[in-house]
């Protein structure tokens, strides 16, 4: 095996939180209420139970090869040049999804809070603090990743401090859209849950690998409950129409806090939230690539391909979208088919049937 660490369930649980949840809650809300209105509350149920079925398959197939990742045992499932091809396609795929988020992690810091610098900047440094960390394995990102728990309490303060600026009547009335738009609202949280299907480069490295359910499905429920509350907040606060106007509704949101004449500017603990959870989000896209290239190359040492890679996702995050607008339209028309449906659902399920007819890797499916 080519990473020699292991973390522990509740390390791997915070690290698909950081890996699922900082660009969720800044994008999703918006994008989400466009369609649902007052219910994308309800669409976030939905995109729940689509998160948990990709979990299952997800930890299904890493259970059945134990100590293989998606890239060694996809070749033990589909053979060897049809599983480098496929394994070809997934490292473009980490490598586009961490291009997007290292762009949205510049578009939100250069757009609200420091619109003066350049946003280059903004990629190469969290890229080359994210490479330090992905250098020393995945132990070290873990531990590292620690540092969110206070950020994600410090969330859920700031949605408690803003009950004063909420109305119940700005959600109301309920289910008011239809199925339809509800189902929509559902498809765009949905790929962001399912980006649990990188789980599958963490599976082999538990501590406990029997756990792998537990960790994936709280993950995923987890994420959920502050998606959903980030979403409450926003339309409680703004109701639907503002909110759908919003580029970043949740950071617009914890703008409004003011307590007395001496709390305000709260603003700072969301940025907070974002630079650390954003730094991590990347680290671990940064990991499933560059670990993922070493075992489709059969390398010995993933280590060498750290820079190469850094330099390939710096590139490609300023070259994809030309601005904030382009960049949401296509989060929300291109990406959910593009990574939903083909990457995260579509070949996961594919594998699973393969591998339960052909009766290849383990015999036993929870």
């Known amino acids: 095996m080519l990473e020699k660490g292991k973390i522990s369930s509740i390390q791997a649980i915070m690290l698909m939180i950081s890996m699922i949840l900082p660009t969720a809650v800044l994008t999703v809300p918006a994008i989400t209420v466009k369609s649902a209105r007052q219910d994308a509350w309800f669409s976030i149920i939905i995109a729940t139970m689509a998160g948990l079925l990709i979990a299952w398959m997800v930890v299904n197939l890493g259970l059945r090869f134990p100590e293989k990742t998606l890239f060694e045992y996809i070749e033990d499932i589909l053979g060897k040049i049809p599983g480098k091809i496929l394994g070809f396609l997934y490292i473009w795929w980490f490598l586009h999804m961490n291009a997007l988020v290292i762009r949205e992690y510049g578009v939100f810091l250069a757009t609200a809070v420091m619109p003066d610098t350049p946003i280059i900047i903004f990629h190469i440094v969290v890229v080359a603090v994210a490479a330090y960390a992905v250098r020393n394995g995945l132990e070290v990102l873990s531990r590292a990743n620690q540092l969110l ?15 004063p600026n909420m109305k119940l009547s700005r959600v109301l009335p309920l289910f008011d859209a239809g199925l339809f738009p509800i189902v929509k609202g559902a498809v765009v949280p949905a790929s962001w849950l399912g980006e649990i299907v990188t789980f599958a480069m963490i599976i082999p490295y538990l501590s406990k690998p029997k756990e792998a359910y537990r960790v994936a499905f709280l993950s995923i429920l987890l994420v959920s409950f502050f998606l959903t509350t980030s979403i409450l907040e926003a339309l ?8 759908g106007s919003w580029i970043f509704p949740t950071f617009n949101a914890v703008r409004m806090i003011s307590v007395g ?17 954003g730094f991590f989000k990347i680290g ?8 993922g290239s070493a075992q489709w190359l059969k390398l010995k040492n993933y280590q060498p391909l750290v820079l190469p890679v850094g330099i390939i996702l710096v590139a490609l995050s300023i070259l994809i979208h030309d601005g904030i607008v382009d960049l949401l339209d296509f989060l929300k028309r291109v990406w959910p088919p593009y990574a939903l449906i083909v990457f995260e659902a579509g070949i996961p399920l594919v594998l699973l049937i393969i591998a339960v007819v052909g009766r290849k890797g383990g015999r036993k499916i929870a």
């Not at 728990?149 to 009950?163: C, G, Q, R």
């Not at 671990?284 to 670990?291: E, I, K, M, P, T």
Request: hydrophobic share 65%; charged share 5%.
């Open 149 to 163: 728990i206070p950020t994600t309490v410090l969330l859920a303060l700031v949605f408690i401090l803003s009950i």
């Open 261 to 277: 004449n001496s709390l305000g500017r709260l603003e700072i603990i969301i940025v907070l939230a974002w630079v650390l959870g």
């Open 236 to 243: 409680l606060i703004f109701g639907p129409n503002l909110t």
């Open 284 to 291: 671990v896209f940064y990991y499933a690539a560059v670990l």
